[in-house]
T-cell receptor, first 113, second 110 residues
């Protein structure tokens, strides 16, 4: 059972275009993280959202946490070739502060010049 | 500088060999994790630890074992490697929810 579903799984766009990646669940998360991973490397943390309805901006990236804390989105404005990579969302279930995360299956983004 | 390290980065070995993948962190985190990941796919938790002398199996069954004798060190061992163990192994640590990852070990078993 996929607790955290990401969509789309694959996205290929031209440089300069905008895109949105979605992360959805039926579970409520105490926090949600977004990571970016390049081939052969470990995921790098981009942002953590903890409050329902929260919006965070990181340069051209905008992250939103749903009001019910069950879903999140990542919007990239004017994508650049350097944005290419695997984007992963990960939710923390509030179960005894185990620190365990539930990962989505990832969205592979290719930005073409 | 606080960080998390994994060695080796790449390992190609023959079937039946015993291997240990090293993971160390300098952030003083109590919680550490091992994930298995195929290229471009999701991460599967195979082991985790809440602190020294604490280890638990993750959601994905694995023939590997782990130990946690020191806070900063969380090695993973395969007693007899097989081609089905070929994968990327990622180590992570956390203090408060957010996990920080090492660069990973790409293991190929021939």
């Amino acid at each position: 059972t996929q607790l955290l579903k990401q969509s789309p799984q694959f996205l290929s766009i031209q440089e300069g275009e905008n895109l949105t990646v979605y992360c959805n669940s039926s579970s409520v998360f105490s926090s949600l993280q977004w990571y970016r991973q390049e081939p052969g490397e470990g995921p790098v943390l981009l942002v953590t959202v903890v409050t329902g309805g929260e919006v965070k901006k990181l340069k051209r990236l905008t992250f939103q946490f749903g009001d019910a804390r069950k879903d999140s989105s990542l919007h990239i404005t004017a994508a650049q070739t350097g944005d290419t990579g695997l984007y992963l969302c990960a939710g923390a279930l509030n179960s005894g502060n185990t620190g365990k995360l539930i990962f989505g299956q990832g969205t592979t983004l290719q930005v073409k010049p | 500088e606080a960080d998390i390290y994994q060695t080796p980065r790449y390992l190609v070995i023959g079937t039946g060999k015993k291997i240990t993948l090293e993971c160390s962190q300098t952030m003083g985190h109590d919680k550490m994790y091992w994930y298995q990941q195929d290229p471009g796919m999701e991460l599967h938790l195979i082991h985790y630890s809440y602190g020294v002398n604490s280890t638990e199996k993750g959601d994905l069954s694995s023939e590997s074992t782990v130990s946690r004798i020191r806070t900063e060190h969380f090695p993973l061992t395969l007693e007899s490697a097989r081609p089905s163990h070929t994968s990327q192994y990622l180590c992570a640590s956390s203090g408060w929810g957010e996990q920080f990852f090492g660069p990973g070990t790409r293991l190929t078993v021939l």
